[in-house]
C-alpha cells in the first residue's frame, strides 16, 4: 500500500502496468424530466465472462452492451428508473454511473501538465445528471436499509448460534491472503469475497504479457479546514439545509506511458473535485466515490452507485476458497440449464455454485456434495441462511429451494450412471487446499466418475481450475467420454484459470454395483 500522499485532493490509487483501451467515448447521462433520465451504466464482471454479462443485460434490462476491451468492464444504456433491475443483475459485481468517457484523451507528457489538465477537467464535466442518478440509486438503498434493518437484528443472535465460531476466523485469514495475491482481481475472488478499498469498482485487467505492475492506495486525510464549508455546492441533498458532502476519489490506471502514478492523479483529481463540489474528502466514511478509470488514452470518469460487490448476496459463511457468486452463475449459464434438469456439484465448497443455480433456476434439481464435512457444514449453513432471507422477503413460509447437500467421495460418488445431465464445479488448484502432485492422480478419477455419472450424449460439465497441465493431460487420457467445447479464460485471485465446458460422447459406462 502505497503512503499516503500529500496535496489537496483527496484519493485511492490503483494501477497496473501494460494494457489496451476500451470503449468509445460518449457522453454519459442524458435527461429530460427526472422521469425521462437515463445513464450510461458501467460494469464489472468476471474476467472472460463479459459475454455472459452482456447476454443478460440484453435479456433482462432490453439493453445492448458495449464490452470493454480493458478485460472485465461492459457498459450498457438504461432509463434511470430501471436501476433496481440493473442491481439484480446476477452477472456483475460493481456498479457506477458514467459521468463521461473520453476514447482518445491526450495526456500531456510533462507530469505537471498532465495532472494540471485532469484538474481542470472536473469543471468541464457534466457531473449534473449523473449526480441525480447518484441520488436515485441512494434512495432505493435507503429504502432497500429500511426493509431489511429489522430481519437482520432478529437472525443475528440465531446466526451465531448455527456457526461453531470457526468461520469467522477462517474468513479473516483468508481474506488477509487473498489481498497478498489479489493482485489485478477485481474480476473474480476465490475466498472471503471481501472488497477491499484498493480494487473497489476496479475491473480487472490482467493481461499475461504485462511487464509493468503498479499498485497504489493513497490515502489523504485533508490537513486544511477547506472541506469543513457548508456550502455543498452541487452536492445540495434537498433536505432542508445543504448537506457537506463526504467523497474519495479512487483511481484505476492502466498503461505504461502515463508520466504520472495512479495516486498522484487520485490526489490532483480528488483536489479538483473538493473545490469545485465544496464536499469534505474521507477515506472511509464518504457519501460519494468518483471513479477516475485511466487505461492507456482513454478516459472515464464515473460514480459508484455499490458500496460492496453484488457478488456477496448469497454467501455468510465462508471458507478458504470460496467461489464469487457472479462466477458461479456465468459457469451455469454457459451449460445453458433446461428445466427438470438434474445439476450436480461434486466438490460444492461452501455451496456457492448449487445455490447460485437454484436461485437462478429452480426449475432445475441441484444437488451439492463434497468430502470435507466442515465444507458441507458451511454449504448447510449458507443453504439455510437463503431460506431465512427468502421466508423475511415474503414474510410467510418459505417454498425452500430445489437443492440438496450431502457429503460423499468425489471418486465414488452414490448415484446412478447416466442419471446427471449437468456438471458444474470448482476443481481444486492444488494452492491452498490438496497439491498439484495429487492433482495428477485426482483429475484423471474425477473425470472418469464424473462420465460415469453424466447422461451419454446430451450431458455436459462446466469446470474451473487453475491447473490447466494437469487438467489437459488428465483429459486427454479421458477423450472417449469427454470432447472438449468451449474455454474461457478467466483471473481467479491473481491466478489464470480457465473455465471448460465439456461435452459428453455416447461412450456407455458399466453401472456401479456397489451401491445397489
Not at 121 to 143: A, G, H, I, Q, R
Not at 467 to 478: G, H, V
Not at 496 to 507: D, F, G, I, N, S
Request: glycine share 10%.
Amino acid at each position: 500500500m502505497a503512503e499516503a500522499a500529500g496535496g489537496a485532493g483527496a484519493g485511492t490509487g490503483t494501477g497496473t502496468g501494460t494494457g489496451t483501451g476500451t470503449v468509445e467515448g460518449q457522453g454519459a447521462a442524458a435527461a429530460g424530466d427526472d422521469a425521462e433520465l437515463t445513464a450510461v451504466i458501467g460494469a464489472t464482471v468476471p474476467t472472460g465472462f463479459e459475454l455472459t454479462a452482456a447476454e443478460e443485460v440484453q435479456e433482462k434490462l432490453g439493453s445492448a452492451s458495449r464490452i470493454s476491451r480493458d478485460r472485465g468492464k461492459i457498459y450498457f444504456e438504461v432509463p434511470a428508473q430501471g436501476l433496481p433491475q440493473v442491481h439484480r443483475l446476477r452477472s456483475v459485481d460493481n456498479l457506477f454511473v458514467v459521468v463521461q468517457e473520453f476514447k482518445e484523451y491526450q495526456f500531456k507528457e510533462n507530469k505537471e501538465d498532465a495532472l494540471k489538465d485532469l484538474e481542470d477537467l472536473v469543471k468541464k464535466l457534466p457531473w449534473t445528471d449523473p449526480l441525480k442518478v447518484w441520488e436515485l440509486n441512494n434512495s432505493l438503498k435507503k429504502k432497500k436499509t429500511k426493509r431489511k434493518k429489522h430481519n437482520l437484528q432478529s437472525t443475528a443472535s440465531k446466526e451465531k448460534l448455527n456457526d461453531d465460531g470457526e468461520e469467522e476466523g477462517t474468513d479473516q485469514k483468508d481474506a488477509s491472503k487473498q489481498e497478498d495475491c489479489a493482485q489485478n482481481a477485481a474480476g473474480v475472488e476465490p475466498a472471503s469475497g471481501q472488497d477491499t478499498e484498493e480494487t473497489q469498482g476496479v475491473a480487472s485487467r490482467n493481461r499475461e504479457e504485462e511487464q509493468d505492475n503498479e499498485q497504489s492506495d493513497a490515502k489523504d486525510e485533508l490537513q486544511g479546514g477547506s472541506g469543513s464549508d457548508p456550502k455543498a455546492g452541487d452536492g445540495k441533498t434537498g433536505e432542508g439545509d445543504a448537506k457537506v458532502l463526504k467523497f474519495r476519489v479512487t483511481c484505476n490506471r492502466a498503461g505504461d506511458k502515463h508520466s504520472f502514478t495512479s495516486n498522484e492523479a487520485a490526489r490532483d483529481f480528488g483536489g479538483a473535485v473538493q473545490e469545485h463540489f465544496q464536499w469534505k474528502a474521507d477515506m472511509t466514511n464518504f457519501d460519494v466515490e468518483v471513479l477516475l478509470n485511466i487505461h492507456n488514452n482513454e478516459v472515464v470518469v464515473g460514480i459508484a452507485l455499490t458500496e460492496e460487490s453484488l457478488h456477496r448476496r448469497n454467501i455468510t459463511h465462508f471458507g478458504p476458497t470460496t467461489l464469487r457468486s457472479t462466477l458461479a452463475y456465468g459457469m451455469l449459464r454457459l451449460c445453458d440449464p433446461q428445466p427438470t434438469d438434474i445439476i450436480v456439484d461434486p466438490m460444492c465448497g461452501t455451496g456457492a455454485i448449487p445455490i447460485e443455480g437454484a436461485t437462478e433456476w429452480p426449475s432445475c434439481y441441484h444437488i451439492a456434495g463434497d468430502n470435507n464435512p466442515q465444507a458441507v457444514k458451511r454449504a448447510a449453513n449458507n443453504i439455510s441462511s437463503l431460506l431465512k432471507k427468502n421466508e423475511n422477503k415474503e414474510s410467510s413460509t418459505s417454498l425452500g429451494i430445489p437443492l440438496d447437500i450431502i457429503q460423499w467421495d468425489i471418486c465414488n460418488l452414490p448415484l446412478r450412471t447416466g442419471s446427471v445431465d449437468i456438471i458444474v464445479t470448482d476443481m481444486p488448484f492444488g494452492k491452498r487446499i490438496g497439491s498439484k502432485k495429487k492433482n495428477w492422480d485426482l483429475y484423471p478419477a474425477c473425470l472418469m466418475e464424473m462420465g460415469r455419472i453424466c447422461t451419454p450424449g446430451t450431458g455436459r460439465a462446466v469446470l474451473l481450475t487453475q491447473d490447466k497441465k494437469c487438467f489437459a493431460k488428465a483429459l486427454s487420457r479421458m477423450g472417449h467420454i469427454w470432447r472438449k467445447g468451449q474455454t474461457v479464460w478467466v483471473n481467479v485471485g491473481g491466478l489464470h484459470a480457465a473455465v471448460y465446458l465439456l461435452k459428453r460422447t455416447w461412450e456407455r459406462l458399466e453401472e456401479k454395483r456397489s451401491f445397489w
